[in-house]
């Protein structure tokens, strides 16, 4: 049986806009600490560890996830893993800190615009649950 998450996932259709269209359009408000023409970088509203940033395209160009990656797509994968280290050493993460890409219903992807989790601050742990 699907859980609640998922039945509410299942409601939106793929590609559809979410809330961090809204983000982008400055329709409501984000705490951003980093942009550039590409990408913009804003913390978790429900932080998992001491920093938590999510850092995602600007165009979203069907990448509602990173299994819907096509070639074309390679540069801005490339220029959110660059900007997640650009971010890490901006908040000062020396000792380490880690990158998650959420995709699907088992991935536990809740927002359907592909972002990079940014998590630092504290010691993790492997494997994650
Ligand atoms: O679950 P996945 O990997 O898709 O990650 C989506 C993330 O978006 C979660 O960690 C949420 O906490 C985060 N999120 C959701 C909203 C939101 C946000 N982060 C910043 N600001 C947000 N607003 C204003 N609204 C949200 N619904």
């Not at 550039?36 to 600007?58: G, N």
């Not at 998650?100 to 927002?111: A, K, L, W």
């Amino acid at each position: 049986m699907a859980s609640e998450k998922e039945a509410a996932l299942a409601a939106v259709p793929p590609g559809a806009p979410t809330i961090f269209d809204k983000i982008i359009n400055k329709e409501i408000p984000a705490n951003v600490v980093y942009e550039d023409e590409k990408v913009l970088a804003f913390r978790d509203i429900a932080p998992q560890a001491p920093t938590h940033i999510l850092i995602i395209p600007k165009v979203k160009d069907g990448l509602t996830g990173l299994s819907k990656a096509e070639e074309r797509n390679i540069e801005i994968l490339g220029h959110l893993l660059y900007s997640a280290k650009l971010v890490a050493k901006q908040e000062g993460l020396e000792d380490g800190f880690r990158v998650v890409i959420n995709d699907g219903p088992q991935g536990c992807q809740s927002v359907y615009h592909i972002h990079v989790h940014l998590l630092g601050g504290c010691q993790m742990n492997w494997p994650p649950g």
